[in-house]
T-cell receptor
Framework: QQQVKQSPQSLIVQKGGISIINCAYENTAFDYFPWYQQFPGKGPALLIAIRPDVSEKKEGRFTISFNKSAKQFSLHIMDSQPGDSATYFCAAKGGSNYKLTFGKGTLLTVNP | NAGVTQTPKFQVLKTGQSMTLQCAQDMNHEYMSWYRQDPGMGLRLIHYSVGAGITDQGEVPNGYNVSRSTTEDFPLRLLSAAPSQTSVYFC????????????FGSGTRLTVV
């Protein structure tokens, strides 16, 4: 049973545009929501994370928006650059569960 | 710090052969895990461990064994390789408690012919 649903599967954005990736979760015990960035041939790397006591967290051009009532969170990449082209995974964990549950990933391509 | 180190980076096996994928971390993380990544399938958990001497199965454990004799090392053994095990394998580690993400290794690309 997939507990974190991620969309879209793939996304093409022009340089300078805004990339938006969405995730929805089911388990209300989740209390930690990280995003990972994976470049080809590399392992996923932690990009940014949020707890549900805040609705937004920003780090540079990357922002997580969190909607607790809708059980949704999203990654926004402002002023997208070709160097942002990668696969992005959302994830969640919480309660007594120390394991991260991952979304299936979004392949982002930023065209120059 | 080296973080999470995986070896080898690439491996080609013949069907029926066995091998061990190595994973070591130097961050004193209690939690270690193995994932496989296949196109369109995301990251699927194979096995995980919450400390030395403690291991458990993930969602796709068949054909794989693990053991954890030290905090630092978590090897993954393929008992009798099959073409279906062709994949990219990632080891990840984390502190067990608190809001910490995983640290991933750089992966092992395995091809079974």
């Amino acid at each position: 049973q997939q507990q974190v649903k991620q969309s879209p599967q793939s996304l093409i954005v022009q340089k300078g545009g805004i990339s938006i990736i969405n995730c929805a979760y089911e388990n209300t015990a989740f209390d930690y929501f990280p995003w990972y960035q994976q470049f080809p041939g590399k392992g996923p790397a932690l990009l940014i994370a949020i707890r549900p006591d805040v609705s937004e967290k920003k780090e540079g051009r990357f922002t997580i928006s969190f909607n607790k009532s809708a059980k949704q969170f999203s990654l926004h990449i402002m002023d997208s650059q070709p160097g942002d082209s990668a696969t992005y995974f959302c994830a969640a964990k919480g309660g007594s569960n120390y394991k991260l549950t991952f979304g299936k990933g979004t392949l982002l391509t930023v065209n120059p | 710090n080296a973080g999470v180190t995986q070896t080898p980076k690439f491996q080609v096996l013949k069907t029926g052969q066995s091998m061990t994928l190595q994973c070591a971390q130097d961050m004193n993380h209690e939690y270690m895990s193995w994932y496989r990544q296949d196109p369109g399938m995301g990251l699927r958990l194979i096995h995980y461990s919450v400390g030395a001497g403690i291991t458990d199965q993930g969602e796709v454990p068949n054909g794989y064994n693990v053991s954890r004799s030290t905090t630092e090392d978590f090897p993954l053994r393929l008992l009798s390789a099959a073409p279906s095990q062709t994949s990219v394998y990632f080891c990840a580690s984390s502190y067990l408690r608190g809001n910490y993400g995983y640290t991933f290794g750089s992966g092992t690309r395995l091809t079974v012919v």
